[in-house]
Protein backbone atom coordinates (compact mmCIF):
# COMPACT_ATOMS: atom_id res chain seq x y z
CA UNK A 1 0.00 0.00 0.00
CA UNK A 2 3.04 2.12 0.61
CA UNK A 3 3.72 2.82 -2.91
CA UNK A 4 -0.23 3.81 -3.53
CA UNK A 5 0.13 6.26 -1.17
CA UNK A 6 2.96 7.83 -2.86
CA UNK A 7 1.69 7.63 -5.84
CA UNK A 8 -1.89 9.45 -4.84
CA UNK A 9 -0.38 11.98 -2.30
CA UNK A 10 -1.16 14.57 -4.90
CA UNK A 11 -4.45 13.47 -5.17
CA UNK A 12 -6.46 13.80 -1.52
CA UNK A 13 -9.62 12.34 -2.97
CA UNK A 14 -7.86 9.52 -3.62
CA UNK A 15 -6.19 9.29 -0.46
CA UNK A 16 -9.44 9.36 1.18
CA UNK A 17 -10.73 6.32 -0.75
CA UNK A 18 -7.93 4.57 -0.11
CA UNK A 19 -7.97 5.30 3.20
CA UNK A 20 -11.68 4.03 3.85
CA UNK A 21 -10.89 0.94 1.88
CA UNK A 22 -8.78 -0.24 4.40
CA UNK A 23 -8.32 1.89 7.55
CA UNK A 24 -6.00 -0.08 9.60
CA UNK A 25 -3.73 -0.78 6.90
CA UNK A 26 -3.54 3.10 5.67
CA UNK A 27 -2.27 3.80 9.26
CA UNK A 28 -0.01 1.56 9.80
CA UNK A 29 1.67 1.86 6.40
CA UNK A 30 0.74 5.27 6.51
CA UNK A 31 2.79 5.74 9.74
CA UNK A 32 5.55 3.75 8.19
CA UNK A 33 5.80 5.98 5.39
CA UNK A 34 5.96 9.55 6.91
CA UNK A 35 9.41 10.20 7.77
CA UNK A 36 10.44 10.17 4.17
CA UNK A 37 7.27 12.20 3.46
CA UNK A 38 7.42 14.85 6.12
CA UNK A 39 8.27 17.83 3.95
CA UNK A 40 5.06 17.19 2.26
CA UNK A 41 2.15 19.16 3.14
CA UNK A 42 -0.59 16.81 2.58
CA UNK A 43 1.42 14.19 4.73
CA UNK A 44 1.04 16.34 7.36
CA UNK A 45 -2.16 17.04 7.61
CA UNK A 46 -2.92 13.15 7.39
CA UNK A 47 -0.58 12.16 10.09
CA UNK A 48 -1.94 15.12 12.37
CA UNK A 49 -5.58 13.33 11.66
CA UNK A 50 -4.57 9.28 12.06
CA UNK A 51 -2.14 10.61 15.57
CA UNK A 52 -5.09 12.24 16.96
CA UNK A 53 -7.28 8.98 15.95
CA UNK A 54 -4.69 5.80 17.29
CA UNK A 55 -2.72 5.25 20.02
CA UNK A 56 -2.02 2.03 18.89
CA UNK A 57 2.00 1.32 18.68
CA UNK A 58 3.45 0.54 15.74
CA UNK A 59 6.79 -1.68 15.38
CA UNK A 60 7.53 -0.79 11.86
CA UNK A 61 8.64 -2.43 8.90
CA UNK A 62 9.61 -6.17 8.94
CA UNK A 63 12.52 -6.85 10.62
CA UNK A 64 13.11 -3.37 11.28
CA UNK A 65 13.16 -4.34 15.46
CA UNK A 66 15.35 -6.96 14.91
CA UNK A 67 17.77 -4.74 12.56
CA UNK A 68 17.81 -2.19 15.35
CA UNK A 69 18.68 -4.83 18.20
CA UNK A 70 21.51 -5.84 16.16
CA UNK A 71 22.97 -2.68 15.45
CA UNK A 72 22.37 -1.97 19.63
CA UNK A 73 24.40 -4.86 20.18
CA UNK A 74 27.18 -3.93 17.43
CA UNK A 75 27.21 -0.40 19.42
CA UNK A 76 27.97 -2.20 22.56
CA UNK A 77 30.24 -4.38 21.28
CA UNK A 78 32.21 -1.13 19.94
CA UNK A 79 32.30 0.35 23.10
CA UNK A 80 33.72 -2.88 24.73
CA UNK A 81 36.83 -2.62 22.24
CA UNK A 82 39.24 -1.49 24.86
CA UNK A 83 38.67 -4.07 27.22
CA UNK A 84 38.13 -6.91 24.74
CA UNK A 85 41.61 -5.83 23.31
CA UNK A 86 43.33 -3.86 26.18
CA UNK A 87 43.70 -0.27 24.27
CA UNK A 88 43.48 2.64 26.43
CA UNK A 89 40.03 3.65 27.07
CA UNK A 90 40.86 7.26 27.72
CA UNK A 91 42.16 7.17 24.34
CA UNK A 92 40.06 5.09 22.81
CA UNK A 93 36.99 6.91 23.92
CA UNK A 94 37.75 10.49 23.39
CA UNK A 95 39.05 9.46 19.79
CA UNK A 96 35.88 7.09 18.51
CA UNK A 97 32.83 8.40 20.69
CA UNK A 98 31.37 9.58 17.72
CA UNK A 99 31.52 6.35 15.83
CA UNK A 100 30.31 3.96 18.44
CA UNK A 101 26.05 5.38 17.49
CA UNK A 102 26.58 7.70 15.21
CA UNK A 103 27.64 5.22 12.01
CA UNK A 104 23.87 2.70 12.74
CA UNK A 105 22.03 5.52 12.81
CA UNK A 106 23.30 6.50 9.48
CA UNK A 107 22.95 2.66 8.36
CA UNK A 108 19.36 2.51 9.83
CA UNK A 109 18.29 5.69 7.77
CA UNK A 110 20.41 4.17 4.48
CA UNK A 111 18.42 0.47 5.35
CA UNK A 112 15.11 3.10 5.95
CA UNK A 113 15.29 5.03 3.20
CA UNK A 114 16.44 2.40 0.90
CA UNK A 115 19.32 4.53 -0.26
CA UNK A 116 21.21 3.73 -3.17
CA UNK A 117 22.52 6.64 -4.73
CA UNK A 118 25.59 8.76 -4.31
CA UNK A 119 24.23 9.89 -1.27
CA UNK A 120 25.21 6.36 0.21
CA UNK A 121 28.92 6.01 -1.19
CA UNK A 122 29.50 9.91 -0.42
CA UNK A 123 28.63 9.48 3.25
CA UNK A 124 30.38 6.02 3.40
CA UNK A 125 33.55 7.68 2.45
CA UNK A 126 33.10 10.16 4.86
CA UNK A 127 32.57 8.14 7.67
CA UNK A 128 35.56 6.32 6.98
CA UNK A 129 37.80 8.69 6.68
CA UNK A 130 36.82 10.36 9.51
CA UNK A 131 37.53 7.44 11.97
CA UNK A 132 40.81 6.48 10.07
CA UNK A 133 41.85 9.63 10.27
CA UNK A 134 41.35 10.29 13.89
CA UNK A 135 42.92 7.17 15.04
CA UNK A 136 45.98 7.76 13.13
CA UNK A 137 46.94 11.12 14.68
CA UNK A 138 48.94 11.24 17.23
CA UNK A 139 47.63 10.75 20.69
CA UNK A 140 48.69 13.80 22.78
CA UNK A 141 46.06 14.94 25.69
CA UNK A 142 48.18 18.47 26.40
CA UNK A 143 47.46 19.34 22.66
CA UNK A 144 44.95 21.65 22.00
CA UNK A 145 44.60 21.36 18.93
CA UNK A 146 44.25 17.81 19.12
CA UNK A 147 41.71 18.11 21.73
CA UNK A 148 39.50 20.28 19.16
CA UNK A 149 39.74 17.61 17.21
CA UNK A 150 37.99 14.83 19.41
CA UNK A 151 35.57 17.59 20.52
CA UNK A 152 34.05 18.48 16.93
CA UNK A 153 34.64 15.32 15.13
CA UNK A 154 31.04 14.26 16.65
CA UNK A 155 29.58 17.15 14.68
CA UNK A 156 31.47 16.10 11.90
CA UNK A 157 29.39 12.49 11.75
CA UNK A 158 26.40 14.03 13.00
CA UNK A 159 26.39 15.91 9.92
CA UNK A 160 26.91 13.01 7.89
CA UNK A 161 24.02 11.30 9.27
CA UNK A 162 22.01 14.44 8.68
CA UNK A 163 23.30 14.24 4.89
CA UNK A 164 22.18 10.53 4.81
CA UNK A 165 18.36 11.79 6.79
CA UNK A 166 18.49 14.70 3.77
CA UNK A 167 18.45 11.65 1.17
CA UNK A 168 17.39 12.13 -2.49
CA UNK A 169 14.53 14.51 -1.44
CA UNK A 170 14.15 17.61 -3.86
CA UNK A 171 12.97 19.63 -0.98
CA UNK A 172 16.51 19.60 0.87
CA UNK A 173 15.48 22.54 3.22
CA UNK A 174 12.82 21.00 4.69
CA UNK A 175 14.36 17.83 5.04
CA UNK A 176 17.16 19.46 7.29
CA UNK A 177 14.39 21.09 9.25
CA UNK A 178 12.96 17.52 9.49
CA UNK A 179 16.07 16.28 10.56
CA UNK A 180 16.18 19.15 13.21
CA UNK A 181 13.00 18.33 14.31
CA UNK A 182 13.73 14.74 14.64
CA UNK A 183 17.05 15.63 16.90
CA UNK A 184 14.95 17.27 19.16
CA UNK A 185 12.43 14.34 19.09
CA UNK A 186 15.34 11.82 19.47
CA UNK A 187 16.46 13.68 22.86
CA UNK A 188 13.29 13.80 24.16
CA UNK A 189 12.87 10.45 23.99
CA UNK A 190 16.63 8.96 25.13
CA UNK A 191 16.06 11.37 28.23
CA UNK A 192 12.78 9.38 28.89
CA UNK A 193 14.78 6.04 28.43
CA UNK A 194 17.63 6.86 30.32
CA UNK A 195 15.68 7.79 33.30
CA UNK A 196 13.56 4.79 33.03
CA UNK A 197 16.93 2.62 32.91
CA UNK A 198 18.34 4.34 35.84
CA UNK A 199 15.80 3.96 37.90
CA UNK A 200 15.74 -0.17 36.51
CA UNK A 201 19.41 -0.24 37.39
CA UNK A 202 19.30 1.19 40.96
CA UNK A 203 16.29 -1.28 41.54
CA UNK A 204 18.11 -4.19 40.47
CA UNK A 205 21.58 -3.42 41.95
CA UNK A 206 19.31 -2.99 45.54
CA UNK A 207 17.89 -5.95 45.20
CA UNK A 208 20.96 -8.08 44.55
CA UNK A 209 22.39 -6.13 47.50
CA UNK A 210 20.14 -7.78 49.51
CA UNK A 211 20.80 -11.00 49.39
CA UNK A 212 24.94 -9.70 49.66
CA UNK A 213 25.72 -9.45 45.94
CA UNK A 214 27.76 -6.62 45.05
CA UNK A 215 26.77 -6.39 41.43
CA UNK A 216 27.62 -2.56 41.05
CA UNK A 217 30.41 -2.34 39.27
CA UNK A 218 29.93 -5.71 37.27
CA UNK A 219 26.26 -4.06 35.68
CA UNK A 220 27.59 -0.88 35.33
CA UNK A 221 30.79 -1.88 33.26
CA UNK A 222 28.65 -4.15 31.19
CA UNK A 223 24.62 -3.71 31.21
CA UNK A 224 24.93 0.30 31.94
CA UNK A 225 27.10 0.24 28.91
CA UNK A 226 24.77 -1.31 26.60
CA UNK A 227 21.91 0.80 28.39
CA UNK A 228 23.82 4.14 26.98
CA UNK A 229 24.90 2.62 23.59
CA UNK A 230 21.62 1.52 22.66
CA UNK A 231 19.26 3.92 23.98
CA UNK A 232 20.20 6.70 20.57
CA UNK A 233 19.30 3.64 18.32
CA UNK A 234 16.42 2.65 19.99
CA UNK A 235 15.56 6.07 21.10
CA UNK A 236 15.59 6.86 17.06
CA UNK A 237 13.24 3.92 15.75
CA UNK A 238 10.97 4.17 18.50
CA UNK A 239 10.78 7.95 17.08
CA UNK A 240 10.31 6.81 12.83
CA UNK A 241 7.83 4.37 13.61
CA UNK A 242 5.75 6.36 16.06
CA UNK A 243 6.20 9.79 15.37
CA UNK A 244 2.94 10.52 17.49
CA UNK A 245 4.62 9.36 20.63
CA UNK A 246 6.64 12.66 20.89
CA UNK A 247 5.25 14.65 18.15
CA UNK A 248 3.43 16.88 20.59
CA UNK A 249 5.89 16.33 23.80
CA UNK A 250 9.13 18.32 21.60
CA UNK A 251 6.68 21.49 20.74
CA UNK A 252 5.82 21.68 24.24
CA UNK A 253 8.88 21.72 25.63
CA UNK A 254 10.02 24.22 23.53
CA UNK A 255 7.02 26.25 24.44
CA UNK A 256 7.77 25.50 28.02
CA UNK A 257 11.47 26.17 28.07
CA UNK A 258 11.68 29.09 25.78
CA UNK A 259 10.13 32.21 28.46
CA UNK A 260 12.28 30.25 31.43
CA UNK A 261 15.42 30.40 29.58
CA UNK A 262 14.93 33.99 28.60
CA UNK A 263 14.19 35.29 32.12
CA UNK A 264 16.86 33.21 32.96
CA UNK A 265 19.41 34.85 30.48
CA UNK A 266 18.28 38.44 31.27
CA UNK A 267 18.77 37.52 34.77
CA UNK A 268 21.97 36.33 34.24
CA UNK A 269 23.17 39.30 32.58
CA UNK A 270 22.24 41.86 35.00
CA UNK A 271 24.08 39.58 37.80
CA UNK A 272 26.98 39.77 35.46
CA UNK A 273 26.67 43.75 35.50
CA UNK A 274 26.07 44.03 39.53
CA UNK A 275 29.03 41.51 40.70
CA UNK A 276 31.76 43.38 38.68
CA UNK A 277 32.22 39.84 36.71
CA UNK A 278 34.88 39.75 33.97
CA UNK A 279 34.55 38.11 30.91
CA UNK A 280 37.97 39.72 29.04
CA UNK A 281 40.41 38.21 31.42
CA UNK A 282 38.65 35.23 33.14
CA UNK A 283 38.73 31.90 31.01
CA UNK A 284 36.47 30.09 32.88
CA UNK A 285 33.76 32.65 33.13
CA UNK A 286 34.29 33.29 29.20
CA UNK A 287 33.64 29.79 28.83
CA UNK A 288 30.72 29.44 30.76
CA UNK A 289 29.10 32.15 28.69
CA UNK A 290 30.18 30.10 25.39
CA UNK A 291 28.38 27.09 26.73
CA UNK A 292 25.80 29.63 26.88
CA UNK A 293 25.50 30.51 23.86
CA UNK A 294 25.42 27.33 22.42
CA UNK A 295 22.84 26.09 24.68
CA UNK A 296 20.54 28.97 24.29
CA UNK A 297 21.35 28.96 20.45
CA UNK A 298 19.67 25.29 20.46
CA UNK A 299 16.81 25.98 22.48
CA UNK A 300 16.17 28.90 19.77
CA UNK A 301 16.90 26.05 16.67
CA UNK A 302 14.28 23.66 18.16
CA UNK A 303 11.77 26.08 19.42
CA UNK A 304 11.60 27.13 15.56
CA UNK A 305 11.97 23.71 14.16
CA UNK A 306 9.67 22.26 16.05
CA UNK A 307 6.84 24.66 15.08
CA UNK A 308 7.31 24.79 11.67
CA UNK A 309 4.33 22.29 10.73
CA UNK A 310 2.02 25.11 11.99
CA UNK A 311 3.89 27.32 9.76
CA UNK A 312 1.89 30.80 11.65
CA UNK A 313 2.66 30.72 15.30
CA UNK A 314 1.71 32.70 17.89
CA UNK A 315 2.83 36.42 18.05
CA UNK A 316 3.46 35.75 21.61
CA UNK A 317 5.92 32.97 20.64
CA UNK A 318 7.14 34.88 17.85
CA UNK A 319 7.96 37.89 20.18
CA UNK A 320 9.71 36.08 23.03
CA UNK A 321 11.72 34.09 20.46
CA UNK A 322 13.14 37.47 19.07
CA UNK A 323 13.73 38.61 22.53
CA UNK A 324 15.62 35.84 23.42
CA UNK A 325 17.40 36.40 20.10
CA UNK A 326 18.18 39.79 21.17
CA UNK A 327 19.41 39.16 24.24
CA UNK A 328 21.73 36.04 22.42
CA UNK A 329 23.07 38.44 20.21
CA UNK A 330 24.47 40.59 23.33
CA UNK A 331 25.53 37.69 24.96
CA UNK A 332 27.58 36.56 21.46
CA UNK A 333 28.31 40.14 21.43
CA UNK A 334 30.32 40.28 25.20
CA UNK A 335 31.92 36.78 24.31
CA UNK A 336 33.47 37.55 20.88
CA UNK A 337 34.59 41.08 21.94
CA UNK A 338 36.16 38.68 24.87
CA UNK A 339 38.02 36.69 22.70
CA UNK A 340 39.08 39.75 21.04
CA UNK A 341 40.95 41.10 23.33
CA UNK A 342 42.52 38.29 24.43
CA UNK A 343 43.82 37.37 21.01
CA UNK A 344 45.14 40.92 20.87
CA UNK A 345 46.80 40.42 24.53
CA UNK A 346 48.13 36.68 24.56
CA UNK A 347 48.09 35.40 20.65
CA UNK A 348 46.31 33.71 18.57
CA UNK A 349 45.55 29.88 20.09
CA UNK A 350 43.70 26.87 18.62
CA UNK A 351 41.13 27.15 21.30
CA UNK A 352 40.73 30.98 20.84
CA UNK A 353 40.66 30.64 17.20
CA UNK A 354 38.02 28.04 17.72
CA UNK A 355 35.83 29.90 19.84
CA UNK A 356 36.54 33.01 17.77
CA UNK A 357 35.18 31.12 14.58
CA UNK A 358 32.68 29.13 16.46
CA UNK A 359 31.04 32.71 17.45
CA UNK A 360 31.54 34.49 14.57
CA UNK A 361 29.25 31.62 12.42
CA UNK A 362 26.63 31.60 15.70
CA UNK A 363 26.80 35.87 15.56
CA UNK A 364 25.96 35.70 11.88
CA UNK A 365 23.25 32.83 12.24
CA UNK A 366 21.71 34.59 14.83
CA UNK A 367 21.20 37.92 13.10
CA UNK A 368 19.77 35.84 10.32
CA UNK A 369 17.52 34.29 12.73
CA UNK A 370 16.23 37.67 14.44
CA UNK A 371 15.38 39.64 11.50
CA UNK A 372 13.22 36.66 10.19
CA UNK A 373 11.34 36.52 13.41
CA UNK A 374 11.13 40.66 13.62
CA UNK A 375 9.54 40.29 10.30
CA UNK A 376 6.73 37.45 11.10
CA UNK A 377 5.98 39.36 14.19
CA UNK A 378 5.30 42.40 11.83
CA UNK A 379 3.47 40.20 9.21
CA UNK A 380 1.32 37.72 9.25
CA UNK A 381 3.36 35.51 12.01
CA UNK A 382 4.32 33.24 9.18
CA UNK A 383 7.96 31.75 10.61
CA UNK A 384 8.82 29.54 7.17
CA UNK A 385 11.30 31.41 6.25
CA UNK A 386 12.97 31.17 9.62
CA UNK A 387 13.11 27.66 9.39
CA UNK A 388 14.75 27.92 6.05
CA UNK A 389 17.30 30.54 7.81
CA UNK A 390 18.15 27.82 9.48
CA UNK A 391 18.18 25.38 7.42
CA UNK A 392 20.04 26.99 4.59
CA UNK A 393 23.09 27.66 7.44
CA UNK A 394 23.27 24.49 8.72
CA UNK A 395 26.29 23.24 5.89
CA UNK A 396 28.45 26.63 7.34
CA UNK A 397 28.75 24.35 10.82
CA UNK A 398 29.51 21.41 9.34
CA UNK A 399 32.11 23.02 6.69
CA UNK A 400 33.57 24.68 10.27
CA UNK A 401 33.72 21.47 12.02
CA UNK A 402 35.51 20.11 9.12
CA UNK A 403 38.71 22.65 9.17
CA UNK A 404 39.21 22.24 12.32
CA UNK A 405 39.29 18.89 12.82
CA UNK A 406 41.22 18.19 9.45
CA UNK A 407 42.99 22.05 9.26
CA UNK A 408 43.85 23.13 12.49
CA UNK A 409 46.28 20.64 13.52
CA UNK A 410 48.62 21.21 10.39
CA UNK A 411 48.51 25.05 11.06
CA UNK A 412 49.28 24.65 14.86
CA UNK A 413 51.50 21.90 13.83
CA UNK A 414 49.87 19.35 16.83
CA UNK A 415 50.31 21.92 19.69
Same mark, same amino acid.
Given at each position: ???T??????????L??????? @??G???? #???????????????????? !??????? *? &?????????????????????????????????? #????????? %???????? #??? @????????? *????????????? $??????????? &?? %??????????????V???? =????? !???? @???G?L????? *??????????????? &???? $??????I??K???????????? /??????????????????? %?????? =???????????????????????????????????????????????????????? *??????N @??? $?????????????????????????????? $????????? /???????????????????????????????????W??????????????????? #????
Amino acid at each position: MKETILTKLNQPEELEKLYRQN @KSGFTRD #FMLLYPEINDHIVARVWKER !LSSMSDE *L &SWGRKGELTLILLFALLAFGIAKTPLLFGLDEEQ #FYTRNVSFI %VFPFLAAY #FVW @KLELKSWRL *LAAAAGMLISVLY $INLLPFNAKSD &SL %VLVNLHMPILVWSIVGFIF =VGDSR !LILE @KRLGFLRFNGD *LIVMGTVICIAGFIM &SIVT $IGLFELISLKIGEFYFRNFGLL /GLTAAPIVATYLVQVNPQL %VGKVSP =VVARIFTPLVLVMLVSYLIAVVYTGQNPYTNREFLLIFNLLLVGVMAIILFSVADG *LHRQSKN @KTE $IALLLALSVVTILVNGVALSAILFRINEWG $ITPNRLSVL /GSNILILINLVQVAVELAKALRTSGNTEPVGRAIAWYLPVYTIWAAIVVFLFPII #FNYQ
